[in-house]
């Protein structure tokens, strides 16, 4: 069974850094582009950032480029987003998932996680 | 990367048939074939229904459909059932390889 577990969501002080975690299992993990979305509370997805099989190609939405960064450690089956200079605008539920393909463009998210919260307030 | 336009809220009486448009550009739907569909029950994660315009993954009913015009994609929904009453929201993949999502449309089962 495919599982996306994230976490490390809390509430940030706007400017501060944060780290999320994705865990994933039930699946060949570095043989797939991986997601993060974020949803603010009452709004529409949005997508954040992709990385390709091996972490060699990034893409980011341009409201996080130059802020946000994902990665990837195969070894641990785990996929991260480091986010510097947070704004209030970047509170939302924060989702992890998976492609359907490991390389080129991304195609389609399969599988995702049930989220973790990231609120930047003062 | 400006959000795909899709109407805010369809609605539909059971066992109708309905159509949700996802309006985009050359640079994304015009562009591509990774249109993608996603069904999200309020509190829960989205669930893809249809991937590369009309392809339904395992366990997807029938009744979900998909197609693409132009710059213009759309899901249609047959036979719609109470359990169908969801946000949906379309996606494509850019020009630039980055991902772009409609707005989301709420779907009413009258």
């Known amino acids: 069974e495919v599982q996306l577990v994230e976490s490390g969501g809390v509430v940030v002080q706007p400017g501060g850094s944060l780290r999320l975690s994705c865990a994933a299992s039930?699946?060949?993990?570095?043989?797939?582009?991986m997601h993060w979305v974020r949803q603010v509370p009452g709004k529409g997805l949005e997508w954040v950032s992709l990385?390709?099989?091996?972490?060699?190609?990034?893409k980011y939405a341009d409201s996080v480029k130059g802020r946000f960064t994902i990665s990837r450690d195969n070894s641990k089956n785990s996929l991260y987003l480091q986010m510097h200079s947070l704004r209030t605008e970047d509170t939302a539920l924060y989702y992890c998932?998976?492609?359907?393909?490991?390389?080129?463009?991304?195609?389609?998210?399969?599988?995702w996680g049930q989220g973790t919260m990231v609120t930047v307030s003062s | 990367q400006s959000a795909l336009t899709q109407p805010a809220s369809v609605s539909g009486s059971p066992g109708q048939s309905i159509t949700i448009s996802c309006t985009g550009t050359s640079g994304d739907v015009g562009y591509h074939n990774y249109i993608s569909w996603y069904q999200k029950h309020s509190g829960k994660a989205p669930k893809l229904i249809l991937f590369?315009?009309?392809n339904r993954p395992s366990g997807v009913s029938n009744r979900f459909s998909g197609s693409k015009s132009g710059s213009t994609a759309s899901l249609t929904i047959s036979g719609l059932q109470a359990e169908d009453e969801a946000d949906y929201y379309c996606?494509?993949?850019?020009?630039?390889?980055?991902?772009?999502f409609g707005g989301g449309t709420k779907l009413t089962v009258l």
């Open positions: 996606s494509s993949c850019t020009r630039s390889n980055t991902l772009v």
């Open positions: 590369e315009v009309s």
């Open positions: 990385i390709n099989w091996d972490g060699g190609s990034t």
């Open positions: 998932a998976k492609d359907i393909v490991k390389d080129g463009p991304g195609d389609a998210f399969d599988f």
């Open positions: 039930g699946f060949i993990f570095d043989n797939y582009i």
